[in-house]
């Protein structure tokens, strides 16, 4: 319905993502391997977008981004106004341009995706979002007057800082209670610096601060001050505090020595190269090591790529299933491929090989694995070998960790840890808990999950609390 | 309550009168007429009981010595001057008798004396039973005059005696006078035309004498027709259709205050000077009629009401132009196709509106007998006495005053009327013409952007202007001065249903013209259209005076700033300026308050106000908006009440106002103009925010313009052409509002299932004004357009077609009921969603139901031309549609010949107003011919097909050039009525009799009564298609605003033929949205026996619902012409679609069973087992939804109808059987012998319509029978003389022709001439009709006269010569050779973008006839161009050969004489293709192009 350039412009001009770092130059640091793209090839590229009646991109997305109209403002060069729009819909949209799987959601659902190669939407969010922030170009954007309503935010990862933006959008500036030293939560400590540097969490932090939001750090709520001390002080709470138990197998020895939790490896690391001064981090060098990773989702990835740079002597990724059953997104895939990971894959763990006398790793006893009609795996008699290793990533996901406080003020959870919200727990909205002035988003609620999801969980939050606060006034 | 009502009655007819110019009277002259009424039969209808016709009758002079002698007999005493009433009267004698007193005692309160009352002799057998049941008593009343008084006093003693009466009578519904005059009798009744004198038997007695007889035969689209509805009225007989009729009707009210008359000093006592309901001539007759008895000539009368389009042409003389100006100020045309015959009983006039959609012939005879009729030939004079023989032309006047013999043309009366008073002078000096003003404009966005962008949000969100109506709307037409086009329809649901706030102008629905009224095309045909808008009180009409012209005028009644300014500035002793604001404190009640806006209204026009601002401009936080449309329509009526309206005009200073439709609305319910402040204000943002690509002058005058052409298109889709008529006429639906706005608003618009009230309008804006004072509140998006997450619900949402296209892929039929579920359980978006199924205690098993083969029958898919679908999707769905044993639809783009024997073929063939690619061969292939009225998606309106999307392909189909746009017409130029319709079914049948006629109409109110009409008019099968049908490219207004949903127009279609009786007769079809097997089950529990479906096979095909298809960039291959696309993208196999329907059929199957139904025809209709839900909103529990169920409700088996209730495949035969073609074609079979060429010869009369089209068809079915054919045919031949002649046909006729001649056709010859013994100058003399050569796509014709209006529209083949054309010739011509040997009319070659014309232009008019948009003009003189000379040439040599014409052979005498005086017409884009044409000249317009000899042969050659 709109005017715009060529119609064709999709067959004409080929998808085009930027180019990125050599794989042989990027393994050797851990900054961000995507270059970013000059204004007229990301208006090129946003001119291919055919502004559908149906806009897929915008369906499948989680935070349902308006991205046909920044497509299109970035295509006419208004890139001030593409941010706007990226910003009203999305508190961290320079976070989803680097982190989100575009091409399991809006990049997969692209109608021109399947014929002629989608639209870059999520390099194109990153690009102008950075651009953004850097000009400052979403200033205008707060007018709400400020309430005296007082909010704390339990997390400081993507939901919780979803929230606080959302909150604070409204004049409501909330404190945000987190047990690191530095907001993000896994965005900070979990993802690693080569997909997510992090002057960009700094950046924002700059910006939320800004806006009003206050940060309490190295404060873990249940321990470094009780729940109970907060409770009195703030009219409602919004907990984002995410899953942190990793989930675990029970094969034999799988407790040795030279065996790492994904979090616990890529949480060190980053500590140790961001000099955050976690106390409970602890820092693994891989550097000549022989690593196997067991895993196929983003983690394994962060895990695998993280070992290269470290100058691990080999680093292997082993599946249970084949390559396009794996969970987590395909260009990750690519560029560990790239970058020097082997892959094995239809093979899954049955005992871990130790070294008797040391009690550490040896290597991994796997088992090959095919895959019945019903997709499940079936392991295959006679077919155990045994691959060498030095140290072992175990990277399975993650379950939920409930605060041990949540039974005393009545956040209940269900039977694998998860706060029960929604409907079945109370009856506001979404995200209200069994307490009422409790609300829970993200990883905690839905189990693992993706970045762009908690933030989605954070915003409906937000404006749940904004009215369960209003209505409260009211009464 | 039902949804039809039989009293929504419209009509058409033929009509005609008879006069001798010398005034003599003869009996023979009424028996001619009554011939004359005869021989047009065909123009009316026929009821089912074969002998009730719908109305006919005979206006005559008073026979004063036949009913003096009957006085005589009857002991009554008559006077010297006496007067006779006509009169029908109660059955029921005692009611009778009652209405009798008063009308004596009215009368004898003019001092009349009443001599007596007669019965009058009838025969009853004549009548059918059916009339007979309505039949009155009819009765005459003699009256005597006191002495002295002249025929005109008495005249209007009776007038207002009558009127008088008439309120005082109201109760009783047969009280009717047909006539009450001294001069004047009418005789009318409700038998065929050739019973009328056995039913009256004054008319068969010889002592009854006439000089005058002015007749009517009626077509009712209803079957119960009433009595007092046949024509002739009192005054006239009217052809046609009063579009305006509701404004009309109000204005007369309005103005009723404002007339005086010392003739008649009673006249502001009458209950209303029109009748305010019923048949919209009669009205017309009454305003004629007070117009007359208030002492006002008939000339200035009949002009006033019904003048020519004046506004914009340019070669018009001043004085006149000043005349129509003056007059406008006091009276808005009666617009519409009109063809009106009046009389007096002295002087005699025709006149048809200004388009000339009506037909109108005129002979002379020598003997002085004057004949105006529909038709030439309807009496069989001898064509050597004719002395004189023409049409009336388009608002052309005939008159003769019989007293002195004198002949009234359309020049002279002009000329007269000029010259009564210094018009020029008055306006001059009195009116004031206001102005745009850059400088005024660009200080008033300068001080906008300065100081107010920071309160924008605040109304933006206040007035609930969403994002995407700044972005997609209001910056589309500031750009392009052009609506936003869109593909797919409207998918969301209507106002009333959707949870969103939405605008009250989405309650609206625009009516459309369809069947009984054509729409104009405002584009091409501009010339007639005129928005001009008078300021300051009117006057008394009857008073011509200098200041009667103190009136500022704007051009359009949509006000930049520049004109607001200068109307507050006028002379406030004639303009005082006062505003009222619209906006009330928040805790009040919006209906009372709007009532006091309203007092307030009264009480300022009285003190002197006569420019009246409403304004919702000064809001605040306390405070809410009354929307403009609810105080707008709500000032207009109360001002109408209060006889105050025309001393004031309603301008509204409004924020609600931003696409054309919202801007309609307010000027359908009776502003004067607008003042868009808001939109101009956005239109300033946008600029800042640089989305313009113009500068914001340009930007602000773009919108202004984009908006007036919406508005034009707007009034021409339902026929209208003057805003003035337009303004107040309310040709609106609402559909969800409560009766209670309604009635105080807009009491003229049908709101039929109520809805919203008050409470719910101002909970609306509640909810917009939270918002909107907040500043860190967004605006919201609202997916009005296009689907966006979490705002309005789309129907055809990602979900529904992600899953719908897994479904076809996979073939699971588990997939499929995800999709179904989809849709089945969406929240409420279409009325039939508030429709639950009563499932069965005992339900069947799967095998009890009918089987998937007899369901999957009733599936048709909707029309999608190639053109709008790539050739292979369109084929895919052929073949898809032909395994299931449904039908494909061909759409209007044509069809391959190479598919008509395959399984490829369309078994549906479209003829649509394009008529591309329709000839004999085409419409022989088809198991169903459909004509396509009107579009779901934009009812109403033309199409057009750009240039990039006519590939060689489709060139080829549509016998057009590649790369060159071509357009439908937005009417059929063959149905500007319903007549018209039943001639183009009749010629459908004679040329295919074993095809279905099925004519596809849009859901709107009164769609009921068209349907039976069409039925009446012999169609098999109808389509309702509900306003959310697709479509590839459409104007955003008619996509959001036209049409309703199919619930109401299928199940008041249902009824309407239930209790017309029609029911078995026709296939009902519905098509809108149609996507599950429960759709199916409700559609014809409404009343359907057939399906048609439009996007989702093409969902099922691919299509991802992209609404890209007016782009040509589909990349799913499905819409679109480019090659890559279509090629390497389209995978649409046509297992997908029978996939799908076969999915759908099987839902049916389980509904069916769980209903406890056998099969689907025992099902329809049974809207018992249908309950309605209570809604998810409080708008939507306040509907009435049970009208619809009523409405559909399966007639009882008891009831007269209980055989009647589904479709029973009974073929409706017309009642003309076409004897002289059956002749044809016995002759033919019966003489065939080897390839000799065959001759036959035939007199033919105007009854033998579409002659040659049954051969045409016997031609296309036998490929073998390949002879030539020659018919010589002596007379004058019926419509449709040569309809779709073919290859090998040669007709020859000595005499003249009726419309149509040619029409569609694609070879053969068909030659005319005059013959040799004629008295007047054939070549000065109307020969053939209107519509010549329609749709023609090769073949010849030549003839030896002239041509009416609209020769060879649409004509992309033919070659043809005639001696003159009327106007609007070679409209939309894409092809083929016309020479032209005499002159043309207004508006030539508009929209001509093929073909070419030669023009003998000896008064050198041309230049200003011509519409120089798609052509170029070029002299001959300067031309070098051998190539054009030698066809000219040819073609001359030709029409001698073909016509012996004597001027042509004068011509070719001194062809280098005339060679000078011939234009050479040629479409511009052809200049830059064709090497005659030097290339740096191609883009001007002048004449002084040089055309250089060709290097190669050019392209338009003549077919030899």
């Known amino acids: ?475 | 309550m039902t949804l039809y009502h039989s009293s929504q009655a419209k009509d058409s007819c033929g009509f005609g009168l008879m006069a001798h110019l010398d005034g003599k009277p003869s009996h023979q002259l009424l028996k001619t007429s009554l011939t004359a009424l005869t021989r047009m039969t065909h123009r009316g209808a026929v009821s089912t009981d074969g002998k009730t016709g719908d109305g006919c009758g005979v206006l005559i002079q008073l026979p004063t010595q036949f009913f003096k002698s009957i006085a005589k007999k009857l002991n009554y005493n008559l006077g010297k001057r006496f007067a006779v009433g006509q009169v029908f009267l109660n059955p029921d004698s005692t009611k009778a008798r009652k209405s009798k007193q008063i009308l004596e005692d009215e009368l004898r309160k003019e001092t009349l004396t009443i001599a007596g009352w007669r019965k009058v002799p009838i025969d009853k057998r004549a009548c059918g039973s059916i009339a007979q049941q309505s039949m009155p008593q009819i009765e005459q009343v003699f009256i005597n005059s006191p002495s002295g008084w002249t025929e005109e006093d008495l005249e209007r003693r009776l007038f207002i005696a009558r009127r008088r009466a008439a309120d005082k009578i109201e109760s009783d519904n047969h009280y009717y006078v047909v006539s009450l005059s001294c001069r004047v009798i009418v005789y009318k009744a409700l038998v065929m035309p050739e019973y009328l004198d056995r039913f009256y038997l004054d008319l068969a007695d010889k002592k009854l004498k006439t000089a005058i007889s002015l007749f009517h035969q009626r077509f009712s689209t209803n079957t119960a027709p009433l009595w007092k509805f046949a024509q002739p009225f009192r005054l006239l007989a009217h052809n046609g259709e009063i579009n305006t009729i509701t404004g009309n009707r109000n204005w007369a009210n309005a103005r009723q205050a404002k007339l005086y008359s010392p003739l008649l000093p009673d006249l502001p006592h009458l209950h209303h000077l029109v009748n305010q309901f019923g048949s919209d001539s009669s009205s017309l007759d009454n305003m004629l009629e007070v117009m007359l008895a208030g002492g006002m000539s008939v000339f200035r009368a009949l002009r006033l009401l019904v003048p020519p389009a004046w506004a914009k042409r340019t070669n018009m003389d001043s004085d006149l132009k000043a005349f129509y100006e003056f007059n406008s100020m006091h009276m808005e045309p009666w617009d519409g196709p009109a063809g009106i015959v009046m009389t007096n009983g002295k002087q005699i006039a025709c006149t048809l509106d200004r388009n000339g959609l009506r037909p109108a012939r005129y002979v002379i005879t020598k003997n002085r007998i004057l004949t105006v009729a529909s038709e030439v030939g309807v009496w069989d004079y001898s064509e050597s006495d004719v002395v004189e023989k023409d049409r009336v032309g388009p608002g052309e006047m005939l008159a003769a005053d019989i007293s002195n013999g004198q002949i009234w043309r359309t020049n002279k009366i002009d000329d007269h009327l000029k010259e009564r008073h210094p018009y020029l002078e008055w306006l001059r000096e009195n009116t004031i013409r206001l102005r745009s003003n850059p400088r005024l404009e660009k200080q008033a966005a300068e001080n906008y952007i300065n100081e107010n962008l920071k309160d924008l949000p605040i109304f933006e969100k206040l007035f609930n202007v969403s994002i995407e109506e700044s972005d997609q709307v209001i910056r589309i037409i500031a750009n392009d001065s052009q609506e936003p086009t869109s593909s797919m329809g409207d998918d969301t649901p209507i106002a009333v249903l959707s949870k969103q706030p939405r605008n009250l102008f989405d309650y609206f629905r625009q009516q459309f013209a369809q069947v009984t009224n054509p729409p104009i095309d405002p584009l091409r045909e501009a010339s007639v259209m005129s928005m001009e808008t008078c300021f300051g009180r009117e006057h008394n009409v009857f008073q011509e005076t200098n200041a009667l012209a103190y009136r500022a005028i704007i051009e359009t009644p949509v006000l930049d700033y520049a004109k607001i300014q200068q109307l507050k500035s006028l002379d406030q002793e004639f303009y005082r300026f006062d505003s009222i604001s619209l906006n009330y404190p928040k805790n009040e009640n919006l209906e009372e308050e709007l009532i006091k806006i309203t007092d307030k209204a009264v009480e300022l026009v009285k003190s002197g106000c006569v420019i009246l601002q409403l304004s919702d401009r000064d809001i605040a936080e306390d405070k809410l908006p009354i929307h403009a449309a609810l105080a707008t329509g709500a000032v207009h009526q109360r001002l109408i009440k209060e006889g105050l309206r025309c001393d004031a005009n309603i301008i509204v200073e409004t924020a609600t106002t931003h696409d054309p439709h919202q801007f309609a609305v307010l000027l359908g319910i009776g502003a004067t103009a607008i003042s868009p402040y808001l939109s101009l204000q956005i239109v300033n943002k946008l600029f800042t925010q640089s989305k313009l690509s113009t500068d914001i002058i340009s930007a602000r005058k773009n919108y202004l313009r984009g908006i007036n052409k919406g508005l034009l298109k707007i009034l021409s889709k339902m026929g209208i052409s003057t805003i003035a008529s337009y303004r107040s006429a309310q040709l609106f639906e609402a559909i969800g509002l409560d009766s209670s706005i309604v009635e105080l608003c807009f009491p003229d618009i049908q709101s039929r299932i109520g809805g919203s009230t008050f409470e719910d309008l101002h909970n609306m804006s509640l909810r917009n004004a939270i918002d909107a004072w907040k500043p860190f509140k967004k605006i919201k998006r609202s997916g009005q357009l296009k689907f966006v997450y979490g705002a309005e619900y789309h129907a055809f949402n990602p979900d529904v077609v992600t899953s719908l296209q897994k479904a076809v892929t996979t073939g699971e039929y588990s997939d499929y009921l995800t999709f179904a579920d989809f849709v089945n359980q969406r929240p409420i978006t279409t009325l039939r969603d508030m429709m639950q199924l009563k499932l069965s205690d005992s339900p069947l098993q799967l095998n009890q139901v009918e089987q998937k083969e007899s369901i999957l029958k009733r599936f048709d898919s909707a029309a999608m031309s190639i053109g709008a679908l790539s050739p292979e999707a369109h084929e895919s769905l052929a073949l898809a549609m032909n395994k299931i044993g449904g039908r494909s639809n061909s759409g209007e783009g044509g069809e391959d010949p190479k598919r008509f024997n395959s399984n490829k073929n369309s078994k549906i063939k479209q003829i649509a107003s394009g008529r591309f690619g329709v000839d004999a061969n085409y419409l022989s292939s088809a198991e169903v011919l459909q004509i396509k009225i009107a579009q779901g998606a934009k009812p109403g309106e033309g199409g057009h097909l750009p240039g990039s999307k006519v590939t060689v392909e489709i060139a080829k189909l549509r016998n057009a050039n590649e790369g060159v746009s071509l357009i439908s017409p937005p009417p059929h130029h063959d149905i500007y009525s319903i007549e018209d319709l039943a001639q183009l079914i009749f010629d459908l049948k004679q040329v295919n009799p074993v095809a279905l006629i099925s004519v596809k109409l849009v859901s709107g109110p009164g769609v009921g009564t068209i349907a039976a009409g069409v039925a009446k008019a012999y169609a098999d099968m109808i389509t309702i298609a509900g306003h959310d049908g697709g479509t590839g490219a459409s104007p955003l207004s008619s996509v959001k605003y036209a049409g309703t949903p199919w619930e109401l127009g299928l199940s008041e279609t249902h009824q309407a033929l239930i209790e017309n009786g029609l029911r078995d007769k026709i296939c009902l079809q519905v098509d809108g949205g149609l996507k599950t097997g429960l759709d199916i089950i409700k559609g014809a529990i409404l009343g359907a026996d057939s399906f048609g479906f439009g996007t989702g096979p093409m969902v099922a095909l691919g299509c991802n619902f992209l609404r890209l298809c007016h782009l040509n960039n589909c990349a799913t291959g499905v819409a679109t012409q480019n090659k890559i696309l279509r090629q390497q993208h389209f995978h649409g196999l046509p297992e997908k679609v029978i996939n799908y329907f076969d999915f759908v059929a099987q839902e049916v199957r389980t509904w069916l069973a769980k209903l406890g139904i056998e099969n689907l025809n025992a099902l329809i209709g049974r809207s018992d087992l249908l309950s309605i839900i209570d809604g998810e909103t409080a708008e939507q529990h306040k509907l009435n939804l049970k009208i619809i169920l009523e409405s559909s409700k399966r007639p009882g088996k008891n009831s007269k109808h209980a055989k009647k209730t589904h479709y029973q495949q009974i073929l409706n035969s017309p009642f003309d059987q076409g004897a002289l073609n059956q002749k044809i074609i016995s002759d033919i079979s019966n003489n065939k012998v080897s390839n000799k060429p065959l001759h036959f010869k035939y007199k033919i009369r105007n009854y033998d319509r579409s002659v040659g089209a049954s051969l045409s068809g016997y031609l296309a079915r036998n490929p073998d029978v390949n002879i030539q054919i020659h018919i010589a045919f002596t007379g004058v031949a019926g419509q449709s003389f040569g309809v779709w002649n073919k290859e090998g046909m040669y007709f020859d006729l000595i005499g003249d022709a009726n419309d149509y001649v040619g029409k569609g056709m694609s070879g053969g010859q068909i030659n005319i001439k005059s013959p040799v013994d004629i008295q007047y100058v054939a070549s000065r003399c109307a020969i053939i009709g209107n519509t010549c050569l329609y749709g023609a796509t090769g073949g010849r014709l030549f003839a030896s006269g002239q041509a009416g209006e609209r020769f060879a529209v649409r004509n992309s083949g033919a070659v043809t010569v005639v001696e003159g054309v009327g106007d609007h010739g070679c409209e939309y011509m894409t092809g083929g050779a016309v020479l032209i040997l005499g002159p043309v009319g207004e508006n030539f070659a508009a929209g001509m973008t093929g073909g070419i014309a030669f023009i003998l232009d000896l008064r050198e008019t041309l230049e200003r006839k011509i519409n120089p948009e798609h052509v170029e003009v070029f002299s001959f003189s300067d031309v070098e161009c051998d190539e054009y000379i030698e066809q000219l040439h040819d073609m001359l040599r030709q029409h001698i050969k073909a016509t012996n014409s004597p001027w042509a052979k004068k011509i070719h005498r001194n062809f280098e004489h005339y060679i000078d005086y011939f234009m050479l017409v040629v479409p511009k884009n052809n200049c830059r293709s064709d090497p005659c044409f030097s290339k740096q000249n191609s883009d001007s317009v002048t004449s002084t192009n040089k055309l250089k000899t060709p290097a190669n042969p050019i392209s338009l050659r003549l077919v030899k």
């Not at chain 1, 990049?107 to 190669?117: D, L, P, S």
């Not at chain 1, 022989?290 to 292997?316: E, F, H, S, Y």
């Not at chain 1, 084949?322 to 093979?347: I, K, T």
């Open chain 1, 1 to 475: 319905m709109s005017s715009k350039q060529n119609p064709l412009e999709f067959i004409l001009t080929a998808r085009e993502i930027s180019p990125k770092r050599n794989a042989d130059k990027r393994v050797k640091d851990f900054n961000e391997i995507y270059l970013s793209n000059k204004d007229d090839k990301l208006s090129r590229q946003a001119s291919r977008c055919l502004d559908c009646g149906n806009p897929y991109c915008e369906w499948k997305c989680p935070l349902h981004n308006y991205i046909p109209n920044w497509l299109e403002q970035v295509a006419q060069g208004n890139n001030q106004l593409a941010y706007q729009l990226m910003y009203e819909t999305n508190p961290l949209p320079e976070i989803c341009g680097r982190v989100c799987p575009q091409d399991r959601l809006c990049e997969k659902a692209c109608t021109i995706n399947t014929e002629f190669g989608a639209v870059t939407i999520g390099e194109i969010e990153k690009n102008i979002s950075d651009q953004g922030i850097k000009n400052n170009w979403s200033t205008n954007l707060q007018k709400a007057p400020v309430k005296k309503n007082k909010v704390a935010i339990i997390g400081a990862g993507p939901g919780g800082l979803a929230c606080a933006d959302q909150l604070a959008r409204n004049g409501i500036k909330p404190t945000v209670y987190d047990l690191h030293p530095e907001i993000g939560g896994l965005l900070t400590f979990g993802i690693p610096s080569f997909k997510l540097e992090k002057q960009v969490i700094r950046k924002r932090r700059k910006y939320l601060e800004d806006l009003g939001v206050k940060f309490k750090l190295n404060t873990n709520v249940g321990t470094d001050i009780t729940f109970d001390q907060i409770n009195s002080e703030y009219d409602c709470f919004f907990l984002a505090m995410g899953t942190y138990k990793n989930v675990t197998t029970d094969i034999p020895n799988i407790n040795a020595k030279g065996v790492l939790q994904a979090l616990d490896y890529l949480i060190g690391n980053i500590n140790y190269l961001e000099n955050f001064k976690f106390r409970s981090a602890n820092y693994h060098d891989l550097k000549g090591k022989n690593v196997i990773v067991l895993g196929g989702g983003d983690t394994a990835m962060d895990c695998v790529r993280t070992a290269i740079r470290q100058q691990a002597k080999k680093v292997t990724c082993v599946y249970r299933r084949d390559q396009l059953s794996m969970p987590g997104s395909p260009a990750e895939v690519n560029n560990a491929q790239q970058e020097g990971v082997n892959f094995l894959f239809n093979y899954s763990p049955v005992s871990v090989e130790i070294d008797p006398i040391e009690k550490s790793v040896k290597g991994i006893n796997l088992q090959q694995t095919v895959l019945d009609n019903d997709n499940k795996i079936k392991s295959l008699e006679n077919s155990t070998m045994l691959m060498q290793a030095d140290t072992i990533i175990t990277a399975f996901g993650f379950r939920a960790s409930p605060a041990d406080w949540f039974r005393e003020y009545e956040i209940k959870v269900d039977s694998s840890g998860l706060i029960i919200t929604g409907k079945k727990a109370n009856k506001l909205g979404a995200c209200q808990t069994t307490a009422d002035n409790v609300f829970a988003g993200g990883d905690m609620v839905r189990g693992a999950d993706l970045v762009v999801t908690a933030i989605a969980d954070g915003i409906k939050a937000a404006n749940e609390m904004i009215n369960y606060l209003s209505e409260k006034i009211s009464e």
